[in-house]
């Protein structure tokens, strides 16, 4: 009884969706998006291993540690080139982001993808 009518709830068509039928899909919905959000972000941030960064931050992001302790890497010329051609307002926003006393390797975690 109960497997038919749940069976009924989903996949019969209606002319017009009843206001339970509605908060029912909204808060089923939101429970996914929030299992996938959780699942993505325990991959992004692991409790055990610290420095666990994407590919593009081990070549443009691991120099801006420097902000924070200037006295690392020092003679390092792939350091100093990927230093010398990152663009002023990408280093700027990790600067700003240092100063605040975010670590760039976390920053660079949580800056969304499409703005850098």
């Known amino acids: 009884m109960l497997l038919t ?3 009924e709830l989903i996949t019969t068509p209606t002319a017009k969706t009843s206001r339970g039928q509605m908060i029912f899909w ?24 610290e420095y666990v960064v994407q590919d593009d931050a081990r070549q443009h992001v691991f120099w801006m540690v ?14 100093d080139y990927f230093q010398s ?4 307002g990408y280093t700027s926003l990790y600067r700003l982001a240092a100063a605040a006393g975010i670590n760039p390797l976390l920053f660079n975690k949580l800056l969304p993808r499409c703005w850098v």
């Open 66 to 79: 420097r902000f924070l302790d200037p006295q690392l890497f020092p003679n390092d010329l792939i350091a």
């Open 26 to 49: 909204f808060c089923l919905s939101l429970i996914f998006a929030a299992i996938y959000a959780w699942l993505g972000l325990r991959k992004a941030f692991p409790c055990l291993p």
């Open 5 to 7: 009518r749940l069976h």
């Open 85 to 88: 051609v990152a663009p002023a």
